[in-house]
């Protein structure tokens, strides 16, 4: 089982930037693809931005693309993401996970997950 941890996640004021960051650990060459889902209070965990670990696919939800930037370092076995223009909606838990095959699709087939960090955003 791979085991994530993510950092980074704080209160930020709107229009601001925030970047968090998803440690890999355990058996990271079984990693197919990374992901960032979020969960806000009272809605169910939605997907935000996947990369495959070769990183040449990545893929975004249509409420972050074009402000949120994932990306990895593989030697560090790190996936990270950058969140500009934050606003008030942006805030939930953010949960890093990880899958272990090409589903067809960055936004499906995940089976490690991490215990998740708190993104507060004031408006």
């Known amino acids: 089982q791979v085991q994530l941890v993510e950092s980074g996640g704080g209160l930020v004021q709107a229009g601001g930037s925030l970047s968090l960051s998803c440690a890999a650990s355990g058996p990271t060459f079984s990693i197919y693809a990374m992901g960032w889902f979020r969960q806000a209070p009272g809605k169910e965990r939605e997907f935000a931005a996947a990369i495959n670990w070769s990183g040449r696919n990545t893929d975004y939800s249509d409420s972050v693309k074009g402000r949120f930037t994932i990306s990895r370092d593989n030697a560090k076995n790190m996936v990270y993401l950058q969140m500009n223009s934050l606003k008030p909606e942006d805030a939930a838990v953010y949960y890093c996970?990880?899958?272990?095959?090409?589903?067809?699709?960055?936004?499906?087939?995940?089976?490690?997950w991490g215990q998740g960090t708190q993104v507060t955003v004031s408006s």
């Open positions: 996970a990880a899958s272990r095959r090409d589903w067809g699709s960055l936004r499906i087939g995940y089976i490690d």
